[in-house]
Each structure stands twice: as C-alpha cells, then as structure tokens.
C-alpha cells in the first residue's frame, strides 16, 4: 500500500531522536500497524532487525532476551553507533514486559543507542504490561480506525460509502460483494479480536455470552439501552456487573463501548444507562438487515447509520485526541454527544433524517455553559465537514 498515515511523520521523528523512552505503537486489529512500520523502515537511514512474534511457535520471553542480544552483537560486528530494534505483536510474549524492562535497563546502563519499538494489537494487554513494568520508560503512539479522509484518499470512496462499510482497509476490496465484506468482517475482523486479545488473555467464564452482548449491543448503536434489558435478550444469563465487565473488555480492544451519561458528578455517570457504541461503524452495519443500496434510500435508518458514524468517530479519536465522550438526556431533552476535556466541554447534537427538532441543546447551554455548542446535519456542519475535521479544533 503506497498511502502513508500521518503518524508515519511521528514515528520517523522519534527515532531519530536520541535514545530516550521505547516506542510502543498500539491500536485495534487491522488498522495497519504492521504495514505502517513497514514503511517506516523503508524511509529509515538506520540499521534494524524487524522481528514478530506471529512468526515464532512457542514464543517466549527467552525468545525475545535472544533477539534482543542478537541486535547487541550486530551493532557491535557492524560497528553501529545507533540501530532499530522492531518488535511486532509483543503481547504474544509471556512475560514480555518484565523481560523488556530488564533488556532496556541493561542497554541505559551500558549507554547503549539501541532504539526499540514494540508494536501491539491488545490496547488492555499492551497498557497492562506498560503500566505495571515500565513505568516512565516508554512513549505510546496510537493508531485509530481510518477516518473518512483517510478512505477517501487511499481507496477513493465516497461519505455514503464510509458511513455504511465503516474504516477497515483491509476490507475496502469486497465492498463491490457484500455478502463477501460482511463475511470478512465478522471472520477475519470481529472474531479474532475477541478470541485473541480478549479470550485469550482475560478469564472469562461465559464467552457466548460476550459474543452476544457484542452483536445485540454493535446492532443498537446509537441507542440507550439498559444493561437489564439487555440481559432480558440473552440466551445465556448473566448480571449486570458480568455485561459492564464484558463491555468494558470490548470497549479495550477497539470494538464497541458504552457512553455513560454526562453529569456534574461522578457517581450519576457510572449508574446511567449506557448508550452502545462502536468503534468502527462496520461493526455495526455488517449485522444490518439492510444493504448499502436500500439503507441509502431509508431515511429512518440511514439517520442512525450517520450518527452511528459520528460517534465511532468520536470514540475511536478520543485517547489520540485527548478527551472523553459522554452522552446527556433529562426527561424527554438529550444531546446526542458531549466531550470533555479538563474544564471545557462541546455539545454535539447529530440531526437526520429521524429527528429534526429538538430542544436539549440550548437546554443544555443553560445548564452548563459548555465551550462549544454545535449541530451536524442540517442547519448545521454538514457530515462531510465534521467527519474530516481535526476535532482538536473543538476546542481551541
């Protein structure tokens, strides 16, 4: 793939920076973290040994003490004042992080220039081992689904498309068959997500019953819905504290989340009923009942699919961007999505073609005075404008 991601300018930049933290690139599963790195080594002036752990059987934390000497012995042989160390899926390593801690320090020690990057798909493993080992020793550098430019521009797609087939590259060649795309993103996209990085590594004691939870909740995003509800339509029981754990699994490896509800105090957030959320509105349009061609053409439902893709949006930019995402209703009065970021706060209110008016927006201006109040849809930002902008600039 010749198009380059914008975070290729960052990684580049880190290492040619004198040594100083590891680099650790992390994001959901098929968002092209391997072949990002795989263009920065092309552009890179420094000497590198590129390793995965995908490719070793077994792999353990021996394994990767090994590699990491190797990388010493070669920039000794070849007289290297500086070389790359490139680590790919490290979360498949036992022990990985105690093991880099120990390598890393020993490299400190003996003032060594040997510039180490770990690329992960599992965000909660990754940050676990991060945060628990290696404290103070690394930078992270996260990678989001595509936006809607970045489809636009690599594959040529248009707003409509995106809005239904979502971000997922790796899927962009079968939306031409969509029984083909739909397969490919249950089977090659949703599936090793949750058996890999969160069966895999998590006890879990009712795996179908997360399986369910996901495929209920991706197919009502966009809507409040209970977690008691939600249970009531399970075929597997569960409490509500198990369905919060689960979703809160999903929510870590980049699938689907549930907006808490914006209030001046925490404890009213953690008690509201979640508004369901994915990431990446393929997850939620590969179980639609509808087609790209008759969901363009249903107003109703193409007004959920557009805000669907507003708050995967949101959600999926808001650790790169710095803010969190909630949601605010009293009584019959809602916004459809609020972000904070220390003291300010943006009011976001998605109209379509299944609401039009609504007065919860300057209910809401009066309540909390937020820093920006804005509309997307009519009368207001159009899709295609908020959906390619750098939400950086709310607020400035």
């Keep these: 793939m010749s198009y380059k991601r914008e975070q290729i300018k960052d990684i580049l930049s880190r290492i040619d920076e004198q040594r100083g933290k590891l680099q650790v690139i992390v ?11 795989g263009q920065v080594l092309e552009e890179c002036t420094l000497p ?139 089977d090659s996209l949703v599936e ?25 909740g991706s197919s009502c995003s966009g809507e409040l819905l209970s977690l008691t509800k939600v249970a009531a339509q399970l075929q597997d029981a569960g409490n509500v504290t198990t369905l919060a754990g689960y979703l809160h699994l999903l929510d870590e490896c980049g699938l689907l989340c549930g907006l808490q509800k914006y209030a001046a105090d ?3 957030k953690y008690n509201s009923i979640p508004k369901f959320q994915v990431h990446n509105n393929a997850l939620r349009n590969a179980w639609s009942e509808l087609n790209y061609s008759e969901a363009v053409e249903n107003p109703k439902e193409w007004g959920r699919m557009a805000e669907s893709a507003v708050g995967a949006y949101l959600v ?45 927006l300057p209910k809401f201006k009066t309540l909390y005075n937020p820093y920006h109040a804005i509309t997307v849809g009519s009368g207001g930002l159009s899709f295609e404008e908020f959906l390619s902008m750098d939400l950086n600039l709310l607020f400035r």
Aim: glycine share 6%; hydrophobic share 40%.
């Design 27 to 37: 994001g959901p599963r098929q968002v092209g973290k391997t072949t990002l790195m």
């Design 48 to 186: 590198y040994d590129s390793y995965s752990a995908d490719d070793v059987t077994g792999v353990s934390a021996d394994w990767l003490a090994q590699v990491w000497e190797t990388a010493r012995m070669k920039m000794l042989a070849q007289g290297n004042i500086k070389r790359l160390l490139v680590i790919d899926e490290v979360q498949k390593i036992s022990n990985w992080s105690e093991t880099v801690k120990a390598e890393w320090d020993r490299d400190t020690r003996e003032k060594r220039e040997l510039i180490v990057v770990l690329l992960g798909s599992s965000r909660m493993l990754i940050e676990k081992g991060l945060t628990e080992s290696l404290a103070g020793r690394f930078e992270l550098i996260r990678l989001s689904h595509w936006t809607y430019m970045e489809m636009r521009d690599c594959f040529g797609w248009t707003l409509p498309q995106y809005i239904f087939f979502g971000g997922y590259p790796g899927a962009a060649a079968f939306i031409g068959n969509e029984t083909r795309w739909r397969n490919y993103v249950k």
């Design 192 to 216: 090793p997500s949750i058996s890999k990085d969160v069966l895999m590594d998590t006890r879990v004691l009712k795996p179908q019953l997360l399986r369910q939870l996901f495929e209920i």
């Design 266 to 268: 925490n404890s009213r």
């Design 316 to 360: 999926s930019q808001a650790q790169i961007a710095d803010y969190k995402v909630y949601y605010w209703r009293e009584n019959n009065d809602e916004v459809d999505f609020v972000l904070t970021r220390r003291d300010r706060k943006i009011a976001i209110e998605v109209k379509s073609g299944r609401r039009t008016v609504n007065a919860g």
